[in-house]
């Protein structure tokens, strides 16, 4: 994104008028810290909380300066109660910096100190400027990292800090709530009327004081005029005027928020909690052209073509030359051509792990690397699959963890992803060439987030990021019960789609399949695998599978004349994954889960099936999931059958209750037992 500076050929001399609105003072004086703070041992607002915000103060604001036009500052004071041990991760702390080729944000000031209470005494602890580290987080974002020193259950911390910018796109966003308790959260803002920026307020917590007010500004303009004869300065004059112009002040306070509980599945929190944003959209300055930054969907369309680090990235490829010629060169249609291209760069490069809207130097550099963040390897297969006669573009997506974008508000920056779009036969298809074991067809959890923006020279639209395959899984154990109350025989499983895909990456975790094979014995009690088979582990357009052959110990209780074993064995939902009181946001599961299981057990020679668990039926409102499970007695083999889905991806927050009743009938279910006796 450009960096907009205001420049003007004039001295500003400001004059600010006193009033009493908008002469927010921080709440908290820098040091003062009080016994009563030392001596809290507990939240007020949630009596379980590990640390809690005492007061996080911030505001943004411009000066003007003579050389540098206006500058813009951040100032925050920020102070943290410790309780437990539990509260010490808010001991560490980073600073963000936003820098580009030529520039960079800079920290003007930054204090910081640990508060303890000793013998009655408050003892204050600083941080040394030695114990400050820088680390570059992504291309544009550098960390300035540290951690607290003497950080103990009661300490209070308090970090004060100050950062100048010339990204006067990156005012700084708001967070009001965090996942710890906050007592006082409070921002103001003054802009002066020249930068205009769309405001969005998220999350569910309301805000105890919201105002704004427009503020006169006057300014003292002194120029000066120098007359010369024979390159010599005959005189100077000098002419005074003023400029008058509004500074826009706003104020926003929160009181006593909770902390904000992230719990799956979730897209991102970024999209739900309590937060104010900003994005610049254009600034007017008092001499000069209009400079307009995201006015509409079409003008980012055009201003991400005109971009060298993107759109100017889609020409050229002739270093592509011999795979079109391969490609090209096969038996089929564009279909199949499409699928060649896709798995061809999904072969040959390597991602670095990098999100990125933009290339990283250039695609051909990316290509004789073999790697490179997720806009090089997916321009790279916009590229090729329009060298091979098939229409192709580019679409910009926010990934799940970086929150979700908004139809109604153009902006540019909330984007940091890139996928590839092809259209053969009339058909659209998304493709994402950066996850190496996932088939053509399918995109990464991470990109299936609501909406992408097609980038496009012949039209620009909005694309669903949304997919109808799911996480689906079959497993079924064929089992018999020996004399030695071993249980002996054969577990088969199948994975489909994501779930196959998750398997995949699993696998990837282990040097070798031994490996692998080791960790199941080791986490599933009782289980000895006598033999074992992996099919499809590197074909990943087919369904996964494993067979393995196996027995099962300690898995029953009970005499010689009674016996009782959870017939789920080692695939039994046995925790809620939701626990949370109240949940103020979505459930959103990114795919549709389907999870099956059946047993075949032979019933032991002389023994008949006592008990067994009813069958049930359970489902969540509007065709939202289903639990079915089943239990009958064939002959002499036992079958048990359970199935869990869910079906909808989005429920809203009323939903909650029921989704978690749902949870818990399953588990009810699965922990029943199965009770073999003597005939």
Known sequence: MRNPKLSMAICFLLFIFPTLLFSQKPPIKPGKISIEELNMDHCPIDSNAHAMIICDYGKSYFIYSDKLGFQLFFDRIIRIKIFTKEGYDWADHSISLYKNESDKEKIRTLKASTYNLENGKIVKTKLKKSDIFSVEKSKHIDLEKFSMPQVREGSVIEIEYSILSEFFFNLNSWYFQHDIPTQWSEYNTKIPEYFRYKKTHKGYVGLVENESEIRGMTVNISSKERTTNARKVQ????????????????HWAA???????????????????????FELSSIHPPYGTISYYTKSWDDINELLLDNTKFGGQLNGGGYLKDMVEIISLTDGDNYSKMVLAFQYIQKLMKWDGNNSLYVDDNIRSAFEGKSGNSADINLMLVVLLEKLGIKSDPVVVSTRSNGMINPSQPTLSSFNYIIASAVVDDQRYLMDATSAKIPFGML??????????????????????DTDKAYKTFSMYTLGLNEDMEFTGSIQSAYYDYAAYSKRNRLDNYPNKEDYIENLVNTNTGLLINKYELINTDNYSETY?????????????????????NPMFYEGITENPFKLEERKYPVEYAYPVNNSYMLILTIPEGFKVDEMPENCDVTLPNDGGRFIFTSKVMGKNLQINSKVQITKKIFVPEDYESLKEFYNNIISKHAEHVVLSKE
Request: no cysteine.
């Open 444 to 465: 990464p959890k991470r990109a299936l987030n609501g909406k992408g923006r097609l980038i496009s020279k012949s039209q620009s639209d909005w694309v669903e990021l």
């Open 235 to 250: 005189s100077t004059t000098y002419e005074n005027s003023q400029l008058e112009y509004d500074e826009v002040r706003e």
């Open 545 to 565: 599978k494993e067979k393995f052959e196996i027995s099962i110990t300690d898995k029953t209780e009970g005499s010689e004349e009674i016996i009782y074993f």
């Open 255 to 277: 009181k006593d928020v909770p902390a904000f509980i992230e719990e799956e599945p979730l897209t991102s929190s970024e999209n739900y909690i309590s937060k104010m944003e």
